[in-house]
Every structure is written in C-alpha cells, then in structure tokens.
Nanobody
Framework: QVQLVESGGGLVQPGGSLRLSCATS????????MGWYRQAPGKQRDLVAF???????TYANSAKGRFTISRDNAKNTAYLQMNSLKPEDTAVYYC?????????WGQGTQVTVSS
C-alpha cells in the first residue's frame, strides 16, 4: 500500500520559516519524481517545486529564492524548506510522487502565515 504522509505545517509569522516533510512507503522512492503543490481556499492546486530522481530541481516563480526542495533516498522522504514566508503562502501543501503513469498524493498539511 502506497502512503505519502506530509508533516511540518503550522502557523508561522511573516518572514518565518517552516520545513515540510513527505514520508513515503510502498514505493521505490529513488525512482520517483517528488513534487510539492499547494492549494489556497477557492483556488486551484499549483505546483511549488519538484525534484527528479537524479536531484534536478524546478521551482515555481513564487518559490524561487525562498523555498528549497530536497530528498533523502535513504529515508524515503522529500522535504520543502520554506523561508521568508509571506501571507500569500498560506495554503494546504501537498506532496506528490510520480513515476511513469503512476502518481500518488498525500493528504496535505496546512501552512498558515499570519501575524
């Protein structure tokens, strides 16, 4: 059974930092492209960043320079380090794992940026 479990969300003040984790099981993690997406209330789910099996990364413009995606194949876990957070970063953050035609999603973790 495939599971993706996000953690690390919460309430943070503007300018603060959070580190999200996506722990996976049931997949050969090292083969998968790992992505982070977010969805704010009333909006579509948007890509934040993804990291390929070889470590190559891609970021949405909104994330460039502030967020860093990484992966630890030994721990079957992907991360999203978020710095200089802004109120507009408030959303539910989802982890995804994709390999060929297979794609899996986590349940999401809430990130709220507010003073």
């Amino acid at each position: 059974q495939v599971q993706l479990v996000e953690s690390g969300g919460g309430l943070v003040q503007p300018g603060g930092s959070l580190r999200l984790s996506c722990a996976t099981s049931g997949i050969i993690f090292s083969r998968y492209l790992m992505g982070w997406y977010r969805q704010a209330p009333g909006k579509q789910r948007d890509l934040v960043a993804f990291i390929g099996s070889g470590g190559a990364t891609t970021y949405a413009n909104s994330a460039k320079g502030r967020f860093t995606i990484s992966r630890d194949n030994a721990k079957n876990t992907a991360y999203l380090q978020m710095n200089s957070l802004k109120p507009e970063d408030t959303a539910v953050y989802y982890c995804s794992a994709t390999y060929s035609v297979r794609s899996y999603w986590g349940q999401g973790t809430q990130v709220t940026v507010s003073s």
